[in-house]
C-alpha cells in the first residue's frame, strides 16, 4: 500500500447556509481489527462556486465503539455559495497506517445540530429508499424525465450511454 490508499465515504448536505455559525456533532460507530491501531479521521469541506474549502480536519480515538466529535460551522458570508453549494462531511482511514486486515466498519453516521450525541436513529428501509430516489436513480434503460414516478429534488440529468447504462444524479 502507499499513501493514497484510503478507506472513505462521503455524505453531502445541501442548502450549507442553513448550518452557518451552529454548533454540529458528528457521530458513528466504529469497528474492525485496524481500528485497535489507529483512529478514524475526519473531514468537513465547503463547496462553493470558488472551489473547495476544509473547515475542519481531525481524529476519532483509537478503538471500537461509538465516537463524536462536535464543532461549530465558521462564518460562510465570504463565501459565494449557490444552489450547487454543499457541505461535504468525509470520515476516511488510510489503509497503510495500521495493520490491515481487510476488515473495517463505520456505521450509524448521523449529523445533528448541537453539542450531544442522540441515539441513532434507525429509519425503516421503505423510507429511506424513498428519501434516497429523492437525489438519484438508476436504470438499465433510457428514460425520459416524464417516466419518473416519484418526486426528485431538481430534473435529473442523463449519463452513460443508452439504453443499458442509464443514471440521474442530481
Known sequence: T???DVVTMEQRLENPAQYHLKTMTLSLHLFGTPIASNAIKYEIALMH???RTSLFTGSYSV???NKSVTFTIPDLSGYTLDTGSYLEIR???YVNEGT???VIGITKVQLEEGSIATPFENVPISLQKQMCRYYYRKSATQLSTADLSYE???TPTESGTAP???DSEL
Do not use: L, V
Request: hydrophobic share 15%; net charge neutral; charged share 10%.
Open 2 to 4: 502507499n499513501s493514497t
Open 49 to 51: 462556486t470558488g472551489g
Open 63 to 65: 478503538g471500537e465503539g
Open 91 to 93: 470520515p476516511f482511514y
Open 100 to 102: 490491515w486486515t481487510g
Open 152 to 154: 426528485m429534488r431538481t
Open 164 to 166: 443499458y447504462t442509464y
